[in-house]
Every structure is written in C-alpha cells, then in structure tokens.
C-alpha cells in the first residue's frame, strides 16, 4: 500500500514540477517581464541587494528542490523571487515546521515498526516453541494410549485364558470324579461278591477242618468202588487268590480316595490361584482403563492448546505481513528520507538566512 501511494505522489510530484516548469517558462518568458515591469514598477524601487538577495536565496532553493525532486521547494524558489520578505520568511518557516513535523512522524513510525517487528518475531519464535512442545507431548501421549490399549487387550486375552483353563480344569475334575466314582464302585462291588464267595467257601471248608478235628464218625464207609472222599486240594490255593483279590481291590479303592483327594486338593489350589489370577488382573486393566482414559482427555485438551497456537502463529504471520507491507518502505528508506529532509530545512534555514542578511559567498564554502 505504501509501495502504491509512493508510486502515485512520485508521479504526482512529476506533474506538479512539470506544471511548474511550464509556468515558470511563462512567467520566464519576455512578454511576461515586461507585463511584470509595468504591472510591479512601482514595487521596483526595492533596493539592489535585496534583488541579490532573492536571486541567491531562490539558487540556493532551486538546487535543492532539484535534487531531492521537490515541486513545493521549487514553488518557494520562484516565490523568493516575486513575493514580499515577510510572506517569503513565513512560507520558510511554515515549511521548516512541516518538515520537522514529517521527520518527527516518520522517526516515531519507525521506532513503532522495529519494535512491533521485533515483538513478532519474539512472540512467533515464543509460539513456535510452544508448538513444537504441544506436538511432542501429542506424539508421546498418543504413544502412551497405544502401550496402554495393547496392555489392556493383552491383560483381557489373558484373562480369557484362565477363564478358559478354568472351564477346562472343571470339566476335567468332573470326567476324572466320574472316573473315580465308577472305580469306587466297582472296587467296593468286588470287594462285596469276593467277600460273599470267600464266605461260602469258608463256610464249607471250614466245617470239614471242624469234623475231622473232633474225629465225627464220618457215616458208613464208601460203597465198594467208591473211593474215600477228600477235600480238594487246591482249595486252599482258590481261596488265597480270591483274599488277594480281596485285599487288592481294597488296595485299589485306599489309592483312588488317596488320588481323588490330591487331586481335589490341586483342583481347588488351581481354581484358587487362577481366580487370584483373574482378579488380579481384572484390577491391572481397571486401572490402565482409568489411566487411558485420563492420557485420552489430557490428550483432547493438549490438542485443543494446539490448534489454538497455530491460529495464533496464523495470526501472527498475517499481522507480520500488514507490518512489512506498511514498514518495509519506512525502515528500507529511513535514512535517505531523513538525511533529505535534514537538507531540505538546511536550504530552507539558509535561504532565510540569506533573505535576512547573511552573505551567499559564506555558505557556498560552508558547502
């Protein structure tokens, strides 16, 4: 915008020096010296240094005007030349007053563009910062609910497991209690038929043992043909065996209760343990669910403090950009402009100076 308006007062300007250049020309011209000789002759009894006066006063104007391109000091150039002293010492001052006033503006202008340029920096710089800490702590939250979402699922699979051990170790119990309840049974139903046999077969041998002990008469001798009848001899043998049985189905029966109950001891351990297990877990993923969802919203609020950092750096840049497009000509000409300026009320100061007396020759060496 700056860039714009220097552009259209340059050209301003180079209408304005123009028109006064033609004008000058006209006023210049021979007609217009002698329509001014009759038309001021009564003015002209002014005195020979005052004429030297203006015409040193306008030479020292005119260079300046020329060479900082200033159709208002060319204007008080040609001015010297016909106006009264007073109206000329007025213009000069009101002109010093002018260019003291723009200096004075401008320096302020520049003084507020360094330090708001510098503000944008340090704030941008402050931001950007705050940026990069807010997309690291995302980067490592995000990092934490993952860990923390693997852990719980590992800690439900997990629990899902001993569940499943669990089932299975109950449905084996039961399969192995049937088992031994049948051997139970079976053993006992042993026990109870050898035990009847063993006594019928006591029963019988045992009265024979008795008789022949006490010497009965064992009735009439056996009919020719018949041979005496003896007790089998193997029945002391069958007998045995059937005891053996007897006291191996018990054994069998004592090791199946023995089993049963170590094995129920185990079961019952197991089912403690897997339960302890269970619970122990379960608490573990309570507790990373409740951290998660903590990182979760503190992950929401992080990002929030995000997004507004990058509207507040967008609104920085922006701002950054209004003030090079209003600064950039200020800071990049300053020195010109008021070294300029500095020059023009310079000429100005001497050529009132030379209107009031002071001699030409002293500022050409001053130069």
């Known amino acids: 915008m700056t860039d714009n308006e220097w552009e259209e007062r340059q050209k301003t300007r180079s209408l304005e020096m123009e028109a006064v250049s033609k004008a000058l020309a006209v006023l210049s011209s021979d007609d217009a010296t002698d329509l001014f000789t009759k038309t001021f002759q009564f003015t002209q009894k002014e005195s020979v240094e005052h004429s030297s006066r203006r015409a040193q006063a306008s030479k020292v104007l005119s260079a300046v005007a020329q060479k900082f391109h200033s159709p208002s000091l060319s204007t008080l150039?040609?001015?010297v030349?016909?106006?009264?002293?007073?109206?000329?010492?007025?213009?000069?001052?009101?002109m010093v007053a002018q260019l003291l006033k723009e200096k004075d503006e401008e320096i302020k202008q520049k003084d507020f563009c360094t330090d708001e340029l510098n503000t944008n920096v340090l704030q941008t710089e402050k931001k950007e910062r705050e940026k990069t800490d807010l997309t690291n702590k995302i980067e490592d939250l995000e990092m934490q609910i993952k860990?923390?979402?693997?852990?719980?699922?590992?800690?439900?699979?997990?629990?899902r497991e001993l569940q499943r051990q669990l089932k299975k170790a109950s449905e084996d119990r039961d399969q192995a209690n049937k088992e031994f309840q049948m051997t139970i049974t079976d053993q006992r139903e042993t026990q109870k038929l050898v035990q009847a046999a063993l006594q019928i077969l006591e029963g019988f041998y045992g009265k024979k043992a008795k008789a022949a002990m006490m010497q009965e008469?064992?009735?009439?001798?056996?009919?020719?043909?018949?041979?005496?009848?003896?007790?089998?001899?193997?029945?002391?043998?069958?007998m045995s065996e059937m005891q053996q049985i007897l006291s191996d189905a018990k054994a069998m029966e004592a090791d199946a209760l023995k089993g049963e109950e170590?094995?129920?001891?185990?079961?019952?351990?197991?089912?403690?343990d897997t339960n302890e297990s269970v619970e122990t877990k379960d608490k573990d993923r309570e507790n990373k669910e409740g951290i998660r969802a903590n990182k979760e919203g503190e992950l929401?609020?992080?990002?929030a403090a995000k997004q507004e950092v990058l509207q507040e750096l967008e609104q920085l840049a922006g701002y950054n950009a209004e003030l090079h497009k209003s600064c950039d000509y200020v800071l990049k000409n300053f020195d010109l402009r008021q070294t300029a300026r500095e020059e023009e009320i310079e000429a100005l100061k001497q050529a009132k100076a030379i209107l009031s007396g002071a001699k030409f020759e002293e500022f050409l060496q001053a130069r």
Do not use: H, W
């Open 81 to 94: 030349k016909l106006d009264a002293f007073t109206k000329v010492k007025q213009a000069i001052d009101d």
């Open 147 to 159: 860990e923390l979402t693997e852990q719980i699922e590992q800690l439900k699979a997990d629990i």
């Open 300 to 303: 929401v609020e992080t990002q």
């Open 77 to 79: 150039a040609y001015r």
């Open 262 to 272: 170590d094995a129920q001891a185990a079961y019952e351990a197991f089912v403690k």
């Open 217 to 238: 008469p064992a009735g009439p001798p056996p009919p020719k043909g018949f041979s005496e009848y003896k007790k089998s001899a193997a029945s002391g043998g069958v």
